[in-house]
């Protein structure tokens, strides 16, 4: 039957059972009765004969609790099956009854209720007084149930509770002090230690299932009201019957204190300021990966970061596989003290445990670096941190990993992010590491901690000079100072000059703003003769030395352009702080060797083959690698298919001579990547690249073959279009010294697209090109 008569909130009084002070006084109560008929031939006749009449149930209902007044029912339940007794009249006219008693005060902590549903099959069905069995199942109901919990797998939801807002029906075909089993299960919760609700709403579950025998299953809703601010709550819910913890332990769910229990595992695991679930592995034989974070503001922070990552490397269990940028990240919580460099290290341990980590890298920092500890995140010569140990999660006194504040500070997640693959997800919150650096970035900053969370990179050169860069700094300047008789462009200008004119075009490119100064002794244009590597060395020194020598001209970074180990390693002892190597290690590998050892810069321009035969190496087509996953790492849009080939095989190479360099201890703080604008492209493929150089710091590859991942995040990047072939080429203009305004819209172009430094001839007119775009889009003024 469809038709349905409705009675609802009809109040009354009645003794239920005991109330939350154990005393059985009579309760408000609020009935809602629905009785299934058919009403046709009320409908048609217009006669109420043909009907329940509901104001004469109501007053029956009424009657009948005003005459029982005196009565113990016992329970929500107990009133529930004698109304339903008492309506059989009424039932034997229906298909179905479906009744609801509610005691808004018989709880303190929840409104509680019983519901039942009798149909016409069980018509002739009546309790019987006294008994503790019911004819039917009904549902006892837990409605609103508010607890404090630490429920949760962000930081912030670790270090304090939080409420949430529990529902319950419990299938029971009896009694239930339903008021009891409100009292115990929120104390249960407010002992819980959860990750997430979904094993919250399963042990609630277990809970009652446990602790009240006359339960034949219980349904439970979680939510939690403060979540997202933007909804009136999220949670979850399940159904659940015996028969799902047949074979699980109630251990833990136990407490004195109730009959019903309220003692979670929880408590078993000592008390911390963090408090973490956990469910690591035990053992820890074989091969991990473990994420370090390092930092230091004291001494010579490069220096000490170096001296730690070495000290790691020479631990017989431990390998320092890659590092990540180097940044510069004001203090947080103590202000007052010096800027902070920061990093994270990839590193490989062999048969040993979390702790057994923690113990080596308080070794490092205590007994080898000397740290002091005068207060919590206070100055520190070396500061070294478990932030990830593959996906296991621990929890005591000393040890908390993931680290509990990496989610909130830009200096470990920038890093870290570098060295992890997008689809890498935290063990805790379930959400790629990715995911929450992004977050971060659009949080507010909060002065109070932290002066600005913006960050710089840094790239060392010799002594205490080093490259400094960042989204607040101006784009760096690179003048071309060519010591040879034959470059393109201004061969012969700067050859065999004497010390003191030397320093005085030094001096000049200095003047007009330049911060680098790139000396060559070989030209590579296409189809350039390389001179001998001793021919080479005798132009570089000299231009160093003598620059060097001059005590004003100390603080400008000097680049020494050479695919040789020879020359590199000779001028880097007169005091060159960058190697540009316009090979990227293609040439001479033992390049890389000395570019570990001095701990200097490395551009890695890109190019194929040599000058003499690079001109003709412009295909960049790709048939596919299964091994190899690529990845355009905040990238909104994919390249157009014109541009793609070069743009993504140019990225493609550079990544391995990156992977190459690294296997030979370069570190990736000390690179700068260069496309190589004008080797081995046409002029289509330069404008591809100036057109999409700002993805290169998007690029990112994963060698499933030999499990490695690869990021050009963080990596500086140096655009080199200066007087080149192209820019002739689309102005008309064949004298290369006659591109000056080609070469300032380049230059232009390059402060667009995001690049850190550009290396020019023309000092004066590319500083005012890029001051005006630095203005323009970097708010840089």
Not at 207 to 220: D, G, I
Not at 389 to 399: M, S
Not at 639 to 645: F, G
Not at 701 to 706: G, V
């Amino acid at each position: 039957m469809s038709d349905k008569v409705h009675i609802s909130g009809l109040q009354g009084t009645a003794i239920v059972g005991h109330d939350h002070w154990q005393k059985p006084v009579p309760q408000p109560i609020v009935i809602d009765v629905t009785f299934s008929t058919d009403f046709a031939q009320a409908s048609d006749a217009d006669d109420l004969h043909f009907s329940l009449n509901y104001a004469v149930i109501s007053n029956k209902i009424a009657r009948y609790l005003t005459s029982t007044h005196q009565r113990n029912f016992h329970s929500l339940g107990g009133l529930g099956q004698a109304l339903m007794s008492e309506l059989a009249d009424e039932r034997a006219a229906c298909s179905a009854v479906n009744l609801k008693v509610a005691a808004p005060k018989l709880d303190i902590r929840s409104v509680v209720s019983y519901s039942s549903s009798i149909i016409e099959s069980e018509a002739n069905t009546d309790a019987k007084e006294n008994s503790s069995s019911f004819p039917v199942e009904g549902v006892y109901r837990i409605e609103g149930l508010r607890a404090l919990a630490l429920i949760g797998v962000f930081t912030f939801e670790r270090e304090a509770k939080q409420y949430v807002v529990v529902d319950v029906d419990m299938g029971v075909k009896g009694h239930l002090d339903v008021s009891r089993i409100s009292e115990g299960l929120h104390s249960f919760l407010e002992r819980t230690n959860f990750k997430t609700v979904e094993a919250l709403i399963k042990a609630c579950a277990q809970w009652v299932l446990s602790f009240a025998p006359e339960t034949n299953w219980a349904a439970v809703r979680v939510a939690k009201p403060n979540a997202i601010v933007y909804t009136d709550s999220v949670g979850v819910s399940g159904k659940y019957t015996r028969a799902d913890f047949a074979d699980m332990s109630k251990t833990g769910l136990e407490s004195p204190e109730s009959p019903y229990g309220a003692k979670s595992a929880a408590d078993a695991i000592s008390t911390t300021p963090f408090d973490l679930p956990v469910t690591s592995p035990t053992s820890f034989s074989g091969q991990h990966t473990v994420y370090v974070a390092f930092g230091s503001n004291e001494g010579s922070p490069t220096a000490n970061i170096a001296r730690a990552l070495q000290l790691i490397n020479d631990h017989p269990q431990m390998h320092v596989d890659a590092v990540s940028a180097l940044y510069v990240s004001k203090p947080m919580y103590v202000t007052a003290q010096s800027d902070f460099y920061n990093g994270v290290a990839r590193v490989v341990v062999r048969d040993m445990a979390p702790h057994d980590v923690l113990s080596a890298l308080k070794h490092i920092e205590y007994n080898e670096l000397s740290r002091v500890k005068v207060v919590d995140n206070g100055p520190r010569t070396i500061d070294l941190d478990i932030v990830l140990y593959g996906k296991a999660c621990v929890n005591t006194q000393d040890l908390i990993v993931p680290h509990r504040a990496m989610l909130s500070r830009t200096f470990v997640l920038a890093p870290l992010c570098e060295l992890l693959p997008p689809d890498f997800v935290h063990p805790v919150t379930a959400e790629p590491v990715h995911d929450h650096w992004a977050k971060l970035r659009a949080t507010p900053a909060d002065s109070a901690l932290q002066e600005s969370p913006v960050l710089e990179q840094v790239v060392p050169g010799s002594g205490e000079r080093s490259l400094r860069l960042g989204p607040q700094r101006a784009t760096h300047i690179m003048a071309i100072f060519n010591a040879t008789p034959d470059s393109f462009s201004d061969g012969g200008m700067h050859c065999d000059l004497t010390e003191a004119e030397i320093q005085a075009v030094a001096r000049g490119m200095v003047e007009q703003g330049a911060t680098i100064i790139d000396v060559g002794g070989c030209s590579t244009r296409p189809g350039s003769t390389q001179p001998s590597a001793d021919e080479e060395t005798r132009r570089v020194v000299r231009v160093v030395r003598s620059i060097r020598a001059a005590r004003d001209l100390d603080s400008v970074l000097l680049s020494i352009d050479t695919y040789r180990a020879g020359v590199a390693q000779a001028a880097l002892a007169e005091g060159a702080d960058i190697i540009n190597d316009v090979s990227m290690g293609t040439h001479d590998a033992a390049i890389f060797d000395v570019v570990a050892s001095s701990g200097c810069g490395y551009v890695l321009s890109h190019s194929r083959g040599t000058p003499a035969t690079m001109a003709k190496l412009t295909d960049y087509s790709y048939s596919g690698d299964d091994n190899l996953v690529e990845y355009w790492i905040g990238a909104q849009e994919a390249l157009p298919e014109t541009d793609r080939a070069v743009v993504q095989g140019v990225c493609r190479e550079l990544a391995r001579q990156v992977c190459a360099a690294e296997a030979r201890g370069v570190r990736k703080w000390q690179m700068i990547l260069d496309p190589g604008v004008g080797f081995a492209k046409n002029t289509q493929q330069n404008l591809s690249l100036l057109r999409h150089a700002s993805r290169l710091k998007q690029y990112a590859q994963l060698d499933t073959n030999a499990n490695r991942y690869t990021s050009f995040q963080g990596m500086p990047v140096l655009l080199g279009t200066s007087r080149k072939k192209f820019l002739g080429e689309i102005t008309g203009t064949s004298r290369a010294d006659e591109r000056v305004v080609a070469s300032a819209a380049a230059v232009v172009a390059s402060v667009q697209q995001g690049a850190d430094v550009v290396r020019v001839h023309d000092v004066r007119a590319a500083r005012e090109a890029a001051q005006t775009a630095d203005a323009i889009f970097r708010g840089v003024h």
